[in-house]
T-cell receptor, first 114, second 110 residues
Framework: GAGVSQTPSNKVTEKGKYVELRCDPI?????LYWYRQSLGQGPEFLIY????????DSGLPNDRFFAVRPEGSVSTLKIQRTERGDSAVYLC????????????FGPGTRLTVL | DAKTTQPPSMDCAEGRAANLPCNHS???????VYWYRQIHSQGPQYIIHGLKNNETNEMASLIITEDRKSSTLILPHATLRDTAVYYCIVSGVGTDKLIFGTGTRLQVFP
């Protein structure tokens, strides 16, 4: 079946602009996760949704970052007033349910802030 | 911070077994050991996990020491497609996130 998909695959923006990154999880997966990966580092947790609600947003670096999952399926990560330091690969993952650590990852969105 | 320590890189000849070590000396009794790998330009992929017994699936075997302070992921017959960064992660059941370290970069050569 279809895996986790993310769009766009690449996004180039200018400092100060607003961006939205989209994640389509595997059908039936109630848990959805966002991670960020900088060059040479392992993925870093940002936020976790169980259904429509953000169950843990402790990894969001500041209030410029926000994520939604209004219908419990697709999620959008929103970044306001982008900074060059936001440049990274943003990974989305989904799993069957809460606490299921077998997470299925998408290919990521590479964000470049000029 | 990651609760695991892994060597930064390893090499393995194609067709040979790749043995990737991981130290997790502060692991708690209810925490599992998970292994993921990340092939270049792809998202991480789940490989295997275990609590205290050795585990085997179609991809790999996981050997956990009796004191649970370390483990080894074994790829029995490495292929060039196994070249990737391998992450060892300690996580409790019911936790909501994976804490990745920097992993081991495995290079399989012909």
């Amino acid at each position: 079946g279809a895996g986790v998909s993310q769009t766009p695959s690449n996004k180039v923006t200018e400092k100060g602009k607003y961006v939205e990154l989209r994640c389509d999880p595997i059908s039936g997966h109630t848990a959805l996760y966002w991670y960020r990966q900088s060059l040479g580092q392992g993925p870093e947790f940002l936020i976790y949704f169980q259904g429509t609600g953000a169950a843990d947003d402790s990894g969001l670096p500041n209030d410029r970052f926000f994520a939604v999952r209004p219908e419990g399926s697709v999620s959008t990560l929103k970044i306001q007033r982008t900074e060059r330091g936001d440049s990274a690969v943003y990974l989305c993952a989904s799993s069957l349910g809460a606490g299921d650590n077998e997470q299925f990852f998408g290919p990521g969105t590479r964000l470049t802030v000029l | 911070d990651a609760k695991t320590t892994q060597p930064p890189s390893m090499d393995c000849a194609e067709g040979r077994a790749a043995n990737l070590p991981c130290n997790h000396s502060t692991i708690s009794g209810n925490e599992y050991v998970y292994w993921y790998r990340q092939i270049h330009s792809q998202g991480p992929q789940y490989i295997i996990h275990g609590l205290k017994n050795n585990e085997t699936n179609e991809m790999a075997s996981l050997i956990i020491t009796e004191d649970r302070k370390s483990s080894t992921l074994i790829l029995p017959h490495a292929t060039l497609r196994d070249t990737a960064v391998y992450y060892c992660i300690v996580s409790g059941v019911g936790t909501d996130k994976l804490i990745f370290g920097t992993g081991t970069r495995l290079q399989v050569f012909p």
